[in-house]
Structures are given as C-alpha cells and as structure tokens.
C-alpha cells in the first residue's frame, strides 16, 4: 500500500532543523522519505528506533528526523551504533552514510561489522564522491572520472559496495538508485526488518559537487543516467555480457540467515555463567 506524504512529516523535526542543507536536486531527499516509508511500514515506533551517522552531506540525515540520533565523527557511525546495539539489543539501530564516510573513512568499521553481523541496518547514499567537504574522490569514483582531487582523472579503479558487503558477511546486501524509488522503498522496508547487519546502498546524484565536475548536467540528467544505466539482477541474467557493459545491477544481492552478534554473545554469558 502507497504511503502518502502526510506520513514523512510526522517523522521530521520542522520547528528545530530546518531548513536543511541540501543541494536542490540532490537525492538524499529522497532516500530520506524512502527511508521514513520503510520505517512507517515495518511497524516501529519512534522511540524504538535509533539513527546513527558519521559526517558528510548524508550525515545530517538523522538531524532534521525526529528518531533518537546521534551525529557522530566521519567514518565513525558503525562503532557508534555498534555500541548502541550491544547495549540495547531491543531497539531497531539504523546507521546513515555516505560512500566516502562509510567504505574510505570507515571502511575498516564496515568490513568487521559486516563480519560480526552486529543487528544494525547501513543505509549507504552512494553520490560516487566526497560531496559536503569538498568533491574530493572516494572508493566508488569510477575511474577516469573527476573530482576535486583527481582534476586530470581519478587513476584509481571504485570497488561495489554490493560486493564487500556479501564478501564480508552481511546478512541482506540490496541496492537500487533515487530514480527506482520503490525498489529502494521495498529494499529499505526489507533491510530493517532483518535479524543481522543489512546493507541498502542508494545510488544517488550529487549534482552540484561530482555531477558538475563531471559535466553530467541537471539533477532530471543524472536522473535519466540512473534509470538507463540500472539493471534489474533479475533481467541481467538474460542479458548478453555485451548488454551489460555500461550497466550496473539494482535488487537484493544477499538474503540470508545467520546468528546475529548479540545471540552468540549471549551464549557466550550463559556458558561462562554455567561453570562458575
Ligand atoms: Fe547533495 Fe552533493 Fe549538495 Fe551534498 S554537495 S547536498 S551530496 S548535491
């Protein structure tokens, strides 16, 4: 069932925050109200859910939400909701980031958290760069393209987001773009309702810092780029290797179960309390 907009304002903070920062055109707006849809429609209560980011365009999400939030250092989200987690098993904890905060910065906290399968959902707004401090490259700039720290093409080549993820151990691993607004919605809806460490990676445009370096043109551009540019993983397997060539895949990558950090932690506690 459709959620109206009526929904998202109950979940924001008008009188405090806003206006909020954002570009116009950018699509962290829209993985915002995506985000708020899934919470709405899985059934959580504001006071059940825990947003937690690091720094970066994507990290003033949970300032302008009206969940319990905490705006931590750059790369840092991951042990900060980590933290929360293992305290407070009971609650839903939601960590906000971008690609540069969340796979440069704090790769190292992705990777481990991954791999522990801490019960924390990552929302990732890939933008492909660095967009509030500056347009600098990150791990998923493609290669040959520029930034503000790569002025005659960026020589090194992205890694996906997807790929560490599965890699690492998360338990459910999707990824959709702003112009598949219902596949992120559904994806999101998905990810916080699974036991373990869920990945949702939005691919977005950030058109005022990598979109203009890049001369990718209007927000409506990068729009049409994402949505000629995605493929389905469905779709993909009855294309041919040539089809996919300049395409990137969109859906869930991962669904799968295993125990989460906090039951194994807790069999650890009932072994140690049954030989003392
Ligand atoms: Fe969005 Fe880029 Fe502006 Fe940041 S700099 S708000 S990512 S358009």
């Not at 750059?74 to 609650?91: E, M, Q, W």
């Not at 959902?121 to 700039?141: D, E, F, K, L």
């Not at 295993?258 to 650890?268: G, M, S, T």
């Amino acid at each position: 069932m459709a959620i109206g907009s009526g929904v998202i304002h109950k979940y924001l903070r008008p009188h405090k925050k806003f206006p909020h920062v954002w570009c116009p055109g950018c699509g962290i707006g829209t993985v915002t109200a995506a985000l708020v849809r899934a919470i709405h429609s899985a059934g959580y209560s504001k006071d059940e859910v825990v947003m937690v980011s690091g720094i970066g365009c994507t990290g003033r999400m949970p300032v302008y939400l009206d969940f319990c939030s905490l705006h931590t250092t750059h790369g840092r989200a991951l042990p900060f909701a980590t933290g929360i987690k293992i305290a407070r098993p009971d609650l839903k904890v939601i960590a906000v980031m971008g690609d540069g905060d969340a796979t440069a910065i704090g790769g190292n906290h992705f990777i481990h958290t991954a791999r522990r399968n801490h019960g924390i959902t990552a929302v990732i707004v890939n933008n492909n760069n660095y967009g509030m401090t500056g347009g600098q490259y990150s791990p998923t700039t493609p290669l040959s393209n520029f930034a503000t720290t790569a002025p005659y093409g960026h020589i090194e080549p992205p890694f996906q987001i997807v790929k560490l993820a599965e890699a690492s151990g998360a338990v459910y691993v999707a990824r959709s773009t702003v112009f598949h607004v219902r596949l992120l919605e559904r994806a999101l809806t998905q990810a916080v309702q699974k036991n373990g460490f869920s990945i949702v990676e939005a691919v977005s445009q950030c058109p005022v810092g990598y979109g203009k370096v890049n001369k990718l043109g209007s927000p409506v551009d990068m729009l049409q780029w994402q949505r000629e540019h995605a493929v389905n993983i469905k779709a993909a397997e009855k294309m041919t290797k040539e089809e996919l060539e300049d395409k990137f895949l969109i859906g869930v990558f991962v669904d799968r179960d295993i125990p989460e950090y906090n039951e194994r932690y807790a069999e650890v506690i009932k072994k140690a309390q049954s030989t003392e």
